[in-house]
């Protein structure tokens, strides 16, 4: 490898990590901020919550880390366009390889990173993140309830309410239960609870004592109420209320599945590398700017040109979801059409620097 195409390479890497660490910096803290909002720390706990953070951004990385090499090619060429020092290596023979070489040696390792995030580590971070959500939305886990406080959960109409809590034994007193079916409303009340993990399934169970069962039949006129020793309710299961997830399947079930959702989502994974690569090769033509031009300008046509790019990628992907374009094409016209593009780009950049060196060969 030459003096060149390690200055280069250099001058791409240098704003790379920095870029990425801002990237990814603003994206845990966004999620954090909805979190938050959510109250999520209330149900599932500290811990829980900046595990679940972490896998949304693990997941977000094979969006974010092309974003971030996209954006380091076109400031890192730009500057070195902004001081002519491109055209002082096309003046010493350099060439064009000396650019797009060094350019690629550092996409292709990052993009079969991004390969990997996308074929493997996105849906293993989906599946863990489906089910903390699931142990978030679950109704009567009381490990996570603080005494004194009314619990909601708006997607089952539950609110739990516990006046007091032996943090030691797990004993608590004075439980208000609130939940709603399509036929009733029910409202538990007891003086004690105890939570275990049941012996038949391993599900954990609510053991109330001592207490009255409300049920409030929404068409019925006649309304129950029944006095209990011993009520047992146990959790739903948070696995189970998964279902079916496509982003949480592995890439090899996707590939054998002939549903045009999975096969979207599997066509989304398998172009994330390819559209790394591509990113890369269209940013080298967009970072060639005058001395003259402002970097902002460049900054904000490079910008337009990936929102373009990365809304059609949704489009094209849901094209596919509702079969509207079948297999193949599927999400590749897309790329081919980024690749059509990059390489015309390419070609007129190629052509402009030889203008210009031939115009300053003219003036001497």
Not at 31 to 56: D, P
Not at 168 to 178: H, L, P, R, T, V
Not at 266 to 288: D, E, F, G, M, N
Request: charged share 20%; net charge positive; glycine share 6%.
């Amino acid at each position: 490898m030459s003096h060149i195409q390690r200055y280069v390479i250099r001058e791409v890497l240098r704003p790379f990590s920095f870029v990425l660490i801002i990237l990814v910096t603003l994206f845990a803290c966004f999620s954090s901020a909805r979190y938050l909002a959510q109250a999520v720390t209330e149900t599932l706990g500290i811990y829980f919550m900046i595990k679940l953070i972490l896998l949304k951004t693990l997941i977000a990385l094979e969006v974010l880390v092309p974003i971030a090499l996209y954006t380091s090619v076109v400031i890192g060429l730009g500057r070195l366009h902004r001081d002519r020092e491109i055209i002082a290596l096309n003046a010493a023979g350099a060439g064009d390889k000396n650019i797009v070489g060094p350019i690629m040696l550092v996409s292709i390792p990052i993009a079969l990173l991004v390969g990997y995030l996308s074929l493997y580590a996105r849906p293993w971070a989906y599946e863990n993140s489906y089910r903390l959500d699931a142990t978030a939305k679950a109704d009567l886990n009381t490990d996570r309830l603080q005494p004194g406080r009314f619990y909601g959960n708006e997607k089952t109409g539950t609110v739990i309410y516990i006046g007091a809590k032996d943090e030691a034994s797990g004993e608590m007193d004075k439980i208000f239960y609130y939940t709603r079916t399509p036929d009733a409303s029910e409202i538990t009340v007891a003086r004690k609870a105890t939570q275990d993990r049941g012996l038949e399934d391993g599900r954990l169970r609510v053991n109330l004592h001592n207490g009255w069962l409300y049920r409030l039949q929404r068409e019925a006129a006649a309304d129950a109420l029944v006095s209990y020793e011993k009520l047992v309710r146990f959790h739903q299961d948070p696995q189970a209320s998964i279902g079916y997830k496509r982003k949480a399947q592995t890439t090899a079930t996707l590939l054998g599945s002939d549903r045009a959702e999975d096969i979207a989502e599997a066509q989304w994974r398998l172009s994330r590398p390819v559209a790394t690569l591509l990113l890369a090769l269209i940013a080298i033509p967009l970072s060639r700017s005058s001395p003259r031009q402002g970097k902002n300008e460049r900054v904000f046509t490079a910008a337009l040109v990936f929102a373009v790019y990365y809304n059609l990628s949704g489009v094209a992907q849901t094209w596919v979801e509702r079969g509207m374009l079948d297999e193949i094409p599927g999400v590749w016209w897309l790329h081919a059409l980024l690749a059509l593009v990059a390489a015309l780009l390419l070609g007129t950049s190629k052509n402009a620097l030889r203008g210009i060196f031939r115009d300053g060969n003219r003036k001497v």
